[in-house]
């Protein structure tokens, strides 16, 4: 039996749909069976990252409106081996679909897939319930500024009010450079707020944007400093136990002054 | 009505329109079998005194008292045994709230009493919603934005670091809160 996993964060434009498809690519890089599920109908973008855009003929509301078998409407991504994604109608809005709908989609889809992801929308109403209804746990993305972190609480009250458990957090776009200068806050910071469990950190990378407009995930190509951690991430899912690498810059003194803090 | 009253010693007040001693006993029995609370005392409705223009409803007569309290006896408390998220909101105006966790910004205590919060309280936090002026509010790390007790609002200087020490909010001279190092009560 598999995992439903619903990728949320409350704000838009943190970056659920892009760390959707790299941790879906991952995972099936790795070998899992994996379904990528869109649940922002009516303004779908998943099929645009993952490059599958001219191949989605069903969406879930064909599944839901009984147009087509489910298994029909799941688009194969030909690059690797046992990645499906189920697109969103986006001539719907998200009061056509019911919780209920996407959860008996989800209880389908985990039967025959290690990891099925769900891609929620921003926002705390109608599309993250139908979002997060079939989910056993939870990928909370939140960036490290003030107002993105204050959503991502929000949401997590709101799992946790549904006791979807674990939640797990991603910080995305971390600036090594603007913690060192003070501009941006810390994991620490930001761990001391959401009080959940750290999956991982991804740098802010150019390279995500290119490879978004590509429609080829960053995964793919394994140099950039993006991949790595999305790779590293998608390993933690699959229950390896991998160390979070500490991506902040410090100076010459402040290493030599944690090395003698360490050893006391 | 809440449940947190139970047991509760209540002082009926009756405006008008004013009851026979038999309704009054048969309200005592209701509240007694119903609700568990005991009846302290009844204080009759003044005929000669201009009716209401709106009769209240009556759990509203029975959960205030006549005037607001002075001291922090006989004050219930509430324990919260967890983080308050954002959007999230925990109400107790019966007494005091003890959050054992963060208030985070977006979310709300309010409490007829005092607010101690054995964490960091970011969000906003409303003590003495009784009236009670003495009531405080106390946080391990006060870093809110925004402190209301009774009807004083104080308005936190931003930019400020957190000093790393517990701190007391209380109303000072001149009806304004002062902030200060919590040391002991």
Known sequence: ?264 | MNRSLTGATVQIDLKSPTLNDEEIDYLRSQLRENYDLIVRGVELGDDSASPPIAAAPTTHTISQTTEAPTTRDGEPSRIVPCTIRSGQMEEFPQGSLIIYGDVNSGGEVRAGGDIVVLGTLRGNACAGTNGRLSAVIIAMDLAALQLQIGNCVNRSATDQKPPGYPEIARIGPEDVIVIEKFVKF
């Open chain 1, 1 to 264: 039996m598999g995992k439903v996993i619903v990728v949320t964060s409350g704000k838009g434009g943190v970056g659920k749909t892009t760390s959707t498809a790299n941790l879906g690519t991952a995972l099936a890089l790795l070998g899992k069976s994996v379904v990528l599920v869109d649940a922002d109908v009516g303004l779908r973008n998943l099929d645009i990252v993952m490059g599958l855009e001219s191949r989605v003929v069903y969406t879930s509301m064909d599944v839901i409106e009984k147009q087509c078998e489910l298994n029909k409407a799941l688009v194969r991504d030909r690059r690797v081996d046992g990645l499906m994604l189920l697109a969103a109608s986006q001539k719907n809005n998200k009061d056509d679909m019911q919780p209920e709908q996407m959860k008996a989609i989800c209880d389908k889809l985990r039967t025959t897939y290690d990891f099925t992801l769900v891609d929620s929308p921003a926002g705390i109403e109608r599309g993250f319930r139908n979002a997060s209804a079939g989910a056993d746990e939870a990928i909370v993305v939140t960036t490290p500024d003030v107002s993105a972190i204050r959503d991502a609480d929000r949401i997590i009250g709101l799992l946790q009010n549904v006791e979807i458990e674990p939640i797990n957090l991603v910080i995305n776009r971390f600036s090594p450079q603007l913690v060192g200068n003070g501009s941006m806050m810390d994991q620490a910071d930001v761990l001391d707020i959401l009080n959940i469990d750290l999956i991982g950190v991804v740098p802010e990378d150019s390279a995500v944007i290119t490879s978004t407009n590509r429609g080829i995930p960053l995964v793919y190509e394994d140099g950039s400093p993006g991949a790595q951690a999305y790779m590293r991430i998608a390993r933690r899912l699959t229950g390896q136990r991998i160390p979070i690498p500490d991506l902040e810059q410090k100076g010459l003194f402040s290493n030599i002054l944690n090395w003698f803090t360490k050893k006391r």
